[in-house]
């Protein structure tokens, strides 16, 4: 078959599908070297209800009274921070998963305070619309309420992010307060709160059985009640996190909390597909960048090694 790109005609070889919204293209006998395409079937584009310039923490909590459901992307760096704001999204958390994405740790405990405000710092530069939220690395906050204030007032301070977020319920309020109490906003964290896997040993769905979910609906209402502009549900069974979302008038942003929720969370460097190795239930991959970086890095290589880069037109 021939198709028609930059008015030439080229072979198609390949179509294989990588999933139900992207087909991977092979062309032969373009004058560029990359041939690999990934082609968007793009439905339903988009379904805001309404045009926000900025967003906020009352944009969100606004979002959520009109039915509209809010989109959280992570972000670490100037480059994908301008990339997800400038596709619309509404939430860029600057998440402590960078200790895994960025830095190739296990686990988010040896991210510093320093490292996830130099995270931060970075995105806000990218950001025009996003709310910009940054996690409270583990070890910054633990201590007593006064240390997690310094710890929120450095990222606020030094990065310009826009909110913080805490994992924990109860055993946070007295920090949280204190945090609120200083004007800045705060996002909750419940359900899966991977600073504490040492604490359950693993990463499986939280709160199945009755008693833990009764206390996860318990401190999602004290976080409420504490002055949280929304709360992250990570891994709980739907059926709770729908209930969660139905008895609180602040978001519910879910990650493996199916679809009731008020809005959806997840690592961008996941859903895009330069991971593969995380391959949980909920995670949907949009893209798989890693095969398509690895054949442009392969195809790199090889045109040095033969000579082929850089052509006379790639050169003064
Ligand atoms: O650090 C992070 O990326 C997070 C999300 C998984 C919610 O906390």
Redesign the pocket.
Known sequence: MNVSCENKNVELVIISSVNKNFICIYFKGLNFKISTFTVQFVTNMSTAKKEYKRITTKTLVDMKKNGEKISML?AYDYTMARIVDGSGIDVI?V???ASNVMAGHET?LPITLDQMIYHATSVVRGIERGLVVV?IPFGSYQSDPKEALRSAIRIMKESGAHAIKIEGGREVKESTKRILNAGIPVMG?LGLTPQSIYKFGTYTVRAKEEEEAQKLIEDALLLERTGCFAI?L?KVPAKLATEVAKKLTIPIIG?GAGNGVDGQ?L?THDMVGMTYEFNPRFLRRYMDLYTGMTSAFKQYISDVKSGDFPNEKEQY
Do not use: A, P
């Open positions: 992570t958390l998440g402590d998963s988010t996690d964290h992250v990570e990650i969370v690592v």
